[in-house]
């Protein structure tokens, strides 16, 4: 009874026991395999959306920094663009300007001259010319240069108008000077002061000229005649 009895087949003895142990062994072993498998994969899908989403969130970045580099660009383009018409429509502005101001130039001698050659109006001119000086050189000796061709009935009408203009003072004899080289106009000398009503002396402050003409030349062309036209 009590002899150890050798295994036999479907006996479970020390065999078996350390089968069962092995076998335990190997499934703890698969499974702790398992979980730490399950686990790095787990980590790498979590590292791979990690990186993923930086890299979209980077792509973003990069995509939002060349649209606004882009657009950078084409606003200073567009700014560039704007300059460079502006500065060509000015320079086009000028060169109009300066083209208008010569052909004026040219012209303005001729018209001033066809002006003092209308009896209605050359007698205007000598009496704005006298106007002016009484106003500027009154009290004063005069002397007034004139160019050829006057009638004596003109320069005894410039004395009488040169005449009145004390207002009932003593009238002092004003000489009268003939100027060839006056074309049109009179000019007015008294003690180191001078009216220049000429030709010349109307046309000698250039920018002031300029100025008058291209304030009248705007004026026109802004006017409902022209808008009309237009």
């Not at 899908?45 to 970045?61: N, S």
């Not at 002092?172 to 010349?200: K, M, Q, Y």
């Not at 250039?206 to 004026?219: D, I, N, P």
């Amino acid at each position: 009874m009590n002899e150890r009895r050798t295994g036999t087949a479907g006996f479970d003895g020390p065999a078996s026991v350390v089968d069962a142990q092995v076998d335990a062994m190997s499934q703890r072993v698969s499974k702790d395999r398992d979980r730490r498998c399950a686990q790095l994969r787990s980590d790498a899908l979590g590292q791979a959306r990690d990186i993923l989403r930086a890299a979209r969130k980077e792509a973003r970045a990069n995509v939002s920094d060349a649209v606004a580099l882009e657009r950078k660009h084409g606003e200073q383009a567009l700014r560039q663009a704007q300059a460079s018409a502006l500065l060509e429509a000015r320079q086009r502005d000028q060169q109009e300007t300066r083209v208008l101001l010569q052909e004026m130039w040219t012209a303005i001698p001729s018209a001033l001259e066809s002006r003092w050659a209308d009896p209605a109006r050359r007698k205007a001119w000598v009496q704005a010319a006298v106007r002016q000086a009484q106003a500027l050189l009154g009290g004063r000796a005069w002397r007034i240069e004139h160019g050829a061709g006057w009638s004596q009935d003109e320069l005894g009408e410039l004395m009488t108008l040169v005449a009145g203009r004390d207002k009932g003072a003593p009238v002092h004899e004003v000489p009268l000077v003939c100027d060839n080289e006056i074309r049109a106009g009179i000019r007015i000398n008294a003690e180191g002061a001078c009216l220049d009503a000429t030709t010349a002396g109307l046309l000698a402050s250039r920018a002031q000229v300029e100025s008058e003409f291209l304030a009248q030349y705007l004026a026109l062309l802004s006017g409902p005649e022209h808008a009309a036209h237009e």
